[in-house]
T-cell receptor
């Protein structure tokens, strides 16, 4: 059974600060997705990373896929209250198994 | 473009009652999924359908059944609801295993 662990579980920061959220796997994964979920809504896909060492940027969000394909990180620069939400990583391993989700990091950005 | 539509949005059931959660997608996706989300547990896969005509168990299938009615629709049935099934249920669909994932807005189910 693959395990996907996210840290930290909770994060509360002031507007303008930087932060990094981590996602670590017990096994090598083929690709990894990052989602953001707001209260009362379903997860919304932010990015998919597929190549070891890959870095993708989405405005103030930077996503990195570890070289060993067992970890990923999400870095937010100059956080804003609109970044508040639950951030989920989800990995696709191989074969006929759907995405496995981490438990998420709940981010609160205070104005 | 509605994406993935789930009904109902909220439901309260008594222990032992049955109900069906409906899900429809308009993105012509092959694969569809049902997840449940509980505090501190993340999203856990209940059942999935890789393509029309096939269904498979996920991580937590006990107490649930599914039907892939056609390419667009995938329903989740609780035959005899239990308090442990109180949760938020999400339907999702994908173009392929890795790509084009979309989620519905969820059904909040309470079993009393």
């Amino acid at each position: 059974t693959q395990l996907l662990e996210q840290s930290p579980q909770f994060l509360s920061i002031q507007e303008g600060e930087n932060l990094t959220v981590y996602c670590n796997s017990s096994s090598v994964f083929s690709s990894l997705q990052w989602y953001r979920q707001e209260p009362g809504e379903g997860p919304v896909l932010l990015v998919t990373v597929v190549t070891g060492g890959e870095v993708k940027k989405l405005k103030r969000l930077t996503f990195q896929f570890g070289d060993a394909r067992k970890d990923s990180s999400l870095h937010i620069t100059a956080a804003q209250p609109g970044d508040t939400g639950l951030y989920l990583c989800a990995a696709y391993y191989s074969g006929n198994t759907p995405l496995v989700f981490g438990k998420g990091t709940r981010l609160s950005v205070i104005a | 473009n509605a994406g993935v539509t789930q009904t109902p949005k909220f439901q309260v059931l008594k222990t032992g009652q049955s109900m069906t959660l409906q899900c429809a997608q308009d993105m012509n996706h092959n694969s569809m999924y049902w997840y449940r989300q509980d505090p501190g547990m993340g999203l856990r896969l209940i059942y999935y359908s890789a393509s029309e005509g096939t269904t498979d168990k996920g991580e937590v299938p006990n107490g649930y059944n599914v039907s892939r009615l056609n390419k667009r629709e995938f329903s989740l049935r609780l035959e005899s609801a239990a308090p442990s099934q109180t949760s938020v249920y999400f339907c999702a669909s994908s173009e392929a295993w890795r790509t084009g994932w979309g989620f519905g807005s969820g059904t909040r189910l309470t079993v009393v």
